[in-house]
């Protein structure tokens, strides 16, 4: 008996005098990952993917296919009919290949967004092939132990408290969730309320305090939270987009109640820094709760050249950051800490008879995730801070703030090419003048023609008013060539 790809049984018959071969799908049969057939279903897999990442130092950035195109492609009806794994993956790469963006290559400067790091991404190739449930470590003790011993090297890394607990989340987004959970515990609980058991109707109105600068994901968070846009308070930013102290100061003064101090590491245009040291100051004296979204700038703690810009970091009480940004772990991979692990583990606890938890000894991760089926997201991560070690983090860092800085400067020295803040991170925002005097226009047209040219790929924004090109130098991969490639298509779309 002969068994196909699928391990199910292969059949010969005669149809209108041709000989047809055909596999009966089989759902009792186990595939054989042994047999040649499925052994090169995982080679498929790798020479693609090698394939595309051999390309990407040329590579055209931007995608060339249109979203018709692509549905025309991948679409369709419903398939009747099983498929061939091999034909499945051969079509479905060669489909989505014209639309897919170059965001792991070196020149990709959107968003914020990190690339691939080989160990990271070959350990998430492993981790998928595991499939670990991560939720419970009865289910998964590598993945439990693994993301323990992550936990342990990033509080070293970015200087946390060394008893500070810790989640690996999807993003940012949950990361600062899950910490404002754990705030919104622990100040009610402290005004009397548990907001576990009671929900919030009824419960001491939490002020939640705010640089007008902040990320978009902390009003969604807190929105999930209950805590609705009204008790939100916005506090003035200076002109690098940092909350002022004295304002902070200034609006704990207006009201009192359970508080919460949302202060940011990272601004996404400017990449400024909140001064924390001085806004942990203010905040304890209202005892207030200190959140740190630091989606991308915590990182700048993990290098003795950029540390002191979040001078006063470990006085915080939670810590937002992500994997899939600059440590540039594949997608989806976030990080959150908190000073606090039995307001953490309150506010994401959960318990179900069927569940069978650890006796303590070991970490049970839905403990301290909002999720409870959850990828084994700590492999890649692990191999990350493994492959670069202390010094590579720094490195990886460094490197990307000098890539900024080189993109600064060159532009700054072109007539006309303004660069709108101090670039002290991985951020530059590039303003073109434009003789007519709209600047707006010719800004977003310069924007426009550098994403169609393909070179590399940057996004726009508003800063302060102002439309403004956005460059973030985010991926490991990024040379001093990728660079200067980049610098010299943005001024060939600016002379255009
Ligand atoms: C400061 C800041 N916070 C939060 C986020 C959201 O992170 P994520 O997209 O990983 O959810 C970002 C994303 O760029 C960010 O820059």
Redesign the pocket.
């Known amino acids: 008996m002969r068994r196909g790809l699928l391990g199910g049984i292969i059949t010969s018959y005669r149809l209108d005098r041709r000989e047809v071969r055909m596999e009966e799908p089989s759902t009792t049969t186990r595939p054989d990952w042994t047999s040649p057939a499925l052994r090169s279903l995982l080679g498929d897999a790798a020479t693609l993917a090698t394939g595309f990442l051999e390309q990407l130092p040329e590579r055209r950035v931007a995608p060339t296919a249109t979203a018709d195109g692509l549905r025309e492609e991948l679409g369709g009806p419903l398939p009747e009919e099983p498929r061939d794994p091999r034909l499945v993956l051969a079509d479905l790469a060669k489909a989505a290949e014209p639309g897919l963006m170059a965001t792991a290559g070196g020149r990709y400067f959107g ?2 967004i990190g690339g691939n790091l080989p160990a990271a991404l070959a350990a998430d190739w492993l981790t998928s092939s595991w499939d670990q449930n991560a939720g419970l470590y009865v289910a998964a003790p590598a993945a439990s132990v693994v993301e323990e011993v992550c936990g342990a090297w990033l509080t070293e890394l970015f200087g946390l408290p060394g008893d500070a607990s810790y989640g690996l989340v999807t ?3 949950m990361a ?1 969730f899950t910490a404002l959970a754990a705030a919104r515990h622990s100040v009610l609980d402290e005004a009397g309320w548990d907001v576990e058991a009671n929900g919030l109707i009824g419960a001491p109105r939490v002020r939640v305090i705010i640089g007008e600068e902040r ?1 978009v ?1 902390i009003d969604r968070a807190l929105r999930l939270l209950g805590l609705g846009s009204s008790s939100l308070h916005p506090v003035p930013a200076d002109e690098q987009g940092r909350m002022r102290p004295d304002a902070l100061r200034a609006a704990l003064g207006e009201t009192s109640g359970p508080t919460i101090v949302c202060a ?1 590491a ?1 601004n ?1 245009n400017t990449g400024a820094i909140d001064p924390l040291d001085a806004i942990c100051d203010v905040a304890g004296e209202a005892g207030a709760w200190v959140h740190v ?1 630091g ?2 700038g915590l990182w700048a703690a993990a290098s003795p050249a950029s540390r002191h810009l979040t001078r006063g970091i470990e006085r915080a009480d939670s810590w937002a950051t ?1 994997a ?2 600059w440590l540039n772990v594949p997608y989806d991979s ?1 990080l959150v800490f908190c000073a606090h692990p039995d307001a953490h583990r309150t506010a994401m606890g959960t318990h179900a008879s069927y569940l069978v938890y650890s006796e303590g000894a070991e970490r049970d991760q839905l403990d301290w995730n909002p999720e409870a089926s959850r990828r084994a997201r700590g492999f890649p991560v692990y191999a990350a801070i493994r492959s670069l070690g202390r010094s590579g983090v720094v490195d990886l860092v460094d490197r990307c703030c000098a890539h900024a800085r080189r993109f600064a400067e060159a532009l700054a020295w072109e007539p006309g090419v303004e660069v709108l803040n101090d670039v002290v991170l991985n951020q530059v925002l590039v303003r073109f003048l434009d003789t007519g005097g709209d600047h707006d226009a010719r800004t977003r047209a310069v924007v426009k023609a550098v994403q169609e040219d393909g070179t590399c790929w940057l996004g726009g924004t508003t800063w302060q008013g102002k439309v403004a090109m956005r460059i973030s130098v985010s991926n490991w991969s990024t040379t001093t060539d990728d660079v200067d490639r980049s610098v010299a298509a943005i001024l060939r779309a600016a002379s255009g």
């Open positions: 968003f914020v993003g940012g987004q600062n990320h994901t940011q990272g996404v979204d989606a991308f992500d899939h940004k976030g």
